[in-house]
């Protein structure tokens, strides 16, 4: 079928073999961003006892400090989304990172209660910033069919870098007297290498990921090209040998969804031009919902499960 396009879109700004090995690369920057997020946070609560005893404040300012962050995080994020939503993602990350690690690092030089929670209130800034802008800009390296995969191994830094916070901080800050400002300063450095690398990185286009999925498969599962419908054969087979009234409903029904330009196997191809002729009858039993169940259902998941 001539109308059926054979090749990408050539306007992609990316080879899709360098676009794949990039989107790895930008994947552990982020990672590694993740993993100090996390860190960076919780090394206080490993070394809070001390911390707490050498600038003399009790326990009840340890939980203030920790609701000093909390409440900036909270009404830091919806705003600095919105932000990421307008400007580049990778630079609002990459401030965002600077701006949390500036802040674990000067936490150092905390010398009483009132500086410690200033600290830890621009730490709670810098990070609430930075999940909204980093989901998005990893949404856009990585297509649908990847994208939870992915999702779910960036999750993994964030709980490597609550167990290491833990241990970095309690065991930094047994080592000696005033050895916990070790901590803030070990983990707050890395964070802005990791800002200038996320500066670095390239913007993607919104929905890039998913745009050149489509152009590469365009008959995958998701797009609304011609369909291949050997992948409903199964479907069509069970319901011609159940119930040969229903064929017309459950092909129609995979024709309307497929869209009108299809590739049809040997054996269904005498069937070809009744199932063409009754593609504008399908919309009333979609909305009445006569698939549910069916094997046209096994079709449906099939074509786009």
């Known amino acids: 079928m001539s109308d059926i396009p054979s090749s990408a879109d050539p306007h992609l700004e990316v080879p899709r073999q360098k676009s794949g090995k990039y989107a790895m690369y930008v994947f552990w920057v982020m ?65 965002c990172v600077a701006i949390w690690s500036i802040a674990t690092a000067l936490t150092a030089l905390a010398t009483n209660f009132i500086t410690l929670f200033l600290s ?59 050895s916990w400002r070790l901590a803030f300063v070990f983990t707050g450095i890395p964070g802005l290498f990791l800002a200038f690398l996320a500066w670095k990185l390239r913007e993607p286009r919104r929905n890039e990921a998913d745009e050149e999925e489509v152009a590469l498969y365009p008959y995958s599962s998701g797009s609304r090209g011609p369909i291949d419908i050997q992948y409903i054969g199964a479907a069509w087979h069970v319901t011609a040998h159940q119930n040969p009234g229903g064929i017309d409903r459950h092909a129609d029904i995979c024709l309307l969804r497929a869209g009108s330009q299809c590739r049809f196997p040997a054996d269904l191809s005498p069937a070809k031009g009744h199932l063409r002729a009754n593609i504008g009858k399908c919309g009333p039993l979609l909305r009445s919902g006569d698939c549910a169940g069916g094997p046209g259902r096994y079709g449906d998941r099939r074509l786009y499960g």
């Open 31 to 95: 990672f590694g961003i993740s993993f100090l997020n996390y860190l960076d946070r919780n090394v206080l609560t490993g070394a809070a006892a001390t911390v707490a005893m050498d600038l003399g404040f009790t326990n009840d300012g340890i939980g203030y400090i920790a609701s000093a962050f909390l409440v900036v995080y909270t009404l830091g994020t919806v705003p600095l989304g919105i932000w990421a939503d307008r400007a580049k993602r990778k630079n609002v990350v990459a401030i």
């Open 120 to 178: 830890r209130m621009i730490l709670g800034i810098g990070e609430a910033g930075y999940f909204p802008a980093g989901t998005a800009l990893m949404s856009d390296y990585f297509s649908r069919s990847k994208r939870s995969r992915i999702m779910s191994w960036w999750s993994v830094g964030q709980l490597v870098g609550i167990l290491f916070g833990y241990v970095i901080g309690g065991e930094l800050a047994g080592l000696f007297p005033g």
